[in-house]
């Protein structure tokens, strides 16, 4: 990131005010790593832009209409409720125990009025992302058009989800399963205490998208029920939405599942190369 050009000096290029780059932030989500305008202080130019996404929420809640709804009394209950079927169809029995011991201390539920301890303890580019998250699932605007639109977000062994998150599935969403998911194939078994090395559940990582769907779409099928025309739809149309998705493997795997079970899911999102 730059400034502007200053007339009569070829080649010069003006330092970039502050209020430029928390333009240029809020916009992209990126910063330049000089820090310019804070004097190189990454620290102090980080917490000059959390301030501004919290005065951003803040005004936006005033007229959004979700704003001040809440998470359950116990969150981490009602997630468990959700996820089970995702664990268990997984992991094995002491895989599955280490995980539902842990994601208590995983999972952070952010809503308007603990946004800043939240993004404080992330780095800038998902402070951005989480930001966005927060006000869509408000109902208001997002910081800019080029906003990605998110539901969750899974990073450095957390999960950041919105009261949202808890609303009832339908046959075809479910958040919290989407970023538990996200957790299992990013989660180191070491950090749970498990044998092994690498992640809890490996999946390549061009795979880790559709991985997150397909656990998501089949435990929404598992629930209501659907037939495997109707997975190939609902694949069809999780890809036309989001670009990280491969489509066609993600059809594969749902059909593989409504044949084999999370085996058969597993199997295909691997791939020849790395199932077994």
Wanted: net charge negative; proline share 8%; charged share 20%.
């Amino acid at each position: 990131m730059s400034g502007g050009a200053v007339p009569g000096i070829p080649g010069y290029v003006a330092p970039m005010t502050r209020s430029e780059f928390i333009d240029a932030y809020l916009a992209t989500g990126e910063v330049d790593p000089a820090w310019a305008p804070w004097g190189g202080d990454a620290v102090a130019g980080a917490a000059s832009l959390v301030r501004v996404l919290d005065r951003i929420v803040a005004y936006r809640a005033g007229g959004a209409p979700l704003a001040r709804r809440k998470p359950p009394a116990s969150p981490h209950k009602a997630l468990l409720k959700r996820v089970n079927a995702l664990i268990d169809g997984l992991l094995a029995p002491d895989e599955a125990a280490a995980l539902r011991a842990a994601l208590p201390e995983r999972v952070r539920v952010v809503t308007v009025a603990n946004l800043t301890t939240h993004l404080s303890a992330l780095p800038v580019d998902d402070a951005w992302a989480l930001t966005n998250i927060v006000l869509e699932d408000m109902g208001a605007p997002p910081l800019s058009d080029g906003a990605p639109q998110l539901d969750g977000l899974c990073t450095a062994g957390q999960i950041w989800i919105p009261p949202g998150a808890f609303t009832r599935p339908t046959e075809r969403i479910d958040v919290l399963v989407h970023e538990v998911a996200h957790l299992i194939h990013s989660l180191d078994r070491s950090a749970l205490g498990l044998p092994g090395e690498g992640a809890l559940i490996a999946v390549p990582d061009d795979q880790h998208e559709t991985f997150a769907y397909a656990c998501e779409l089949w435990v929404c099928q598992l629930r209501v029920g659907a037939t495997p025309a109707q997975l190939q739809t609902l694949a069809r149309d999780v890809g036309l939405e989001d670009s990280r998705v491969d489509s066609a493997r993600l059809s594969e795997a749902l059909v593989a599942a409504s044949q084999q079970g999370w085996p058969g899911l597993l199997g295909v999102i691997r791939g020849p190369q790395t199932a077994g």
